[in-house]
């Protein structure tokens, strides 16, 4: 099979002639990895017509080599990587080069900026743009990263217990993750019990599980660099009959949504495939959230489902699709899976289970 990185970098040199620009200065890790494949935690890349340059430091004398191959010529920096860019910069006058504004600090940008001959340009999420599209490769990897993190959601779930903190359900839910080859958490676990459920980022806390609330869990794995990214709500113990009724709303939204977001909509019209029910029900502004957004080799990236977003979704992306209900001080619903805008149609990465469980706890 082809390197999927040799046509990402070509694809990539075709933006930059679309934007006039002679090379990039890509500084964005995940983007670096994309083109390159380099997985450390510092390095700038060089890319250019017939040139792809990865400044990188000692660490990874021997590890940058390894992971990029011929796809880039790798030079590692003694004393400053962003030093060692600007004497390759230098080596180009005249040039007109772009670099990440998005993500470069204003320091580094006054830094380079003090190199004359080559003209330096802000050029924000050339990359990104592209990563929107997965191949084959990466779906297979966030459908892996989304088994994955289900296995370990089914291994937990019968050993919660009322009368535990938040803090021990998510601990062993990170041990079962990692003991089932998650390569590091895409982001902390979120476990929120009862009242806490109603803050749609809660952070997990020491509060004791008690019987009869809701538990939500929000989760994910990471294969390959892909990550995945679920929430499951559960109800410890008997359910009340108002908890049925926003869990049964938030399920028939996510379905709505899951099954009907298409490659080429509108970012605001897939969020409204789920808003729109909720809000017909009275609870709009207790969805207080966009709908997703995209994965990949970052959890939160390209495109966004939200009722600003007037960018078509384009055909090859995958993205999450979660609303949530959430009712201050009495607790809230949010169900998410993983789907892939394919060509043909949606297709579920993780397995779609959101209808109502009552823990035996
Ligand atoms: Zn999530
Ligand atoms: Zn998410």
């Excluded at 910069?89 to 772009?98: K, N, V, W």
């Excluded at 990440?100 to 830094?111: F, K, L, M, P, Y």
């Amino acid at each position: 099979m082809d390197d999927p990185r040799v046509s990402r970098q070509s694809a990539l040199l075709g933006v930059l002639a679309g934007h006039e620009l002679d090379g990039l200065l890509v500084s964005h890790l995940p983007n670096i990895r994309w083109l390159t494949g380099f997985t450390g935690s510092a390095a700038i890349l060089l890319i250019a017509p017939g040139r792809c340059t990865l400044v990188t430091d000692f660490r990874y004398a021997s590890q940058a080599p390894q992971e990029v191959g011929d796809l880039a010529e790798v030079h590692i920096a003694p004393r400053s990587v962003w030093g060692r860019v600007s004497r390759l910069l230098a080596d180009t006058p005249g040039s007109r080069i772009g670099f990440e504004s998005h993500v470069v600090t204003v320091r580094d940008a006054d830094r380079l900026k003090g190199y004359l001959g080559t003209r330096l340009e802000p050029a924000a999420d050339l990359v990104e743009s592209l990563r929107m599209v997965k191949d084959p490769s990466e779906v297979e990897a966030m459908r892996e990263a989304a088994a994955l993190a289900q296995e370990a959601l089914a291994a937990v779930v019968p050993t919660i217990r009322v009368g535990e903190r938040e803090l021990d359900v998510a601990s062993r839910l990170e041990a079962a993750l990692r003991q089932r080859g998650s390569e590091w958490h895409p982001f902390e676990t979120i476990v929120a019990s009862g009242p806490r459920s109603a803050l749609p980022h809660a952070r997990t806390s020491d509060r004791v599980l008690e019987r009869g609330e809701f538990l939500l869990l929000d989760f994910g794995a990471i294969v390959r660099g892909y990550c995945s990214d679920l929430t499951r709500t559960f109800v410890l113990g008997p359910v009340d009959p108002r908890q049925r009724a926003i869990y049964e709303l938030v399920e028939s939204a996510q379905r709505l949504a899951r099954e009907g977001i298409r490659a080429g909509m509108l970012g605001r019209d897939a969020d409204a495939l789920a808003r729109d029910p909720i809000a017909e029900r009275g609870y709009g502004e207790a969805f207080g959230h966009s709908l997703g957004h995209g994965l990949g080799l970052e959890v939160h990236e390209a495109p966004r489902l939200a009722a600003t977003s007037e960018a078509a979704l384009p055909p090859g992306a995958v993205v999450t699709v979660e609303p949530g209900i959430y009712l201050p001080g009495w607790g809230g619903v949010r169900l998410e899976d993983d789907v892939w805008l394919s060509p043909d149609g949606p297709v579920l990465l993780s397995d779609g289970r959101t209808t109502l469980v009552q823990l035996d706890a």
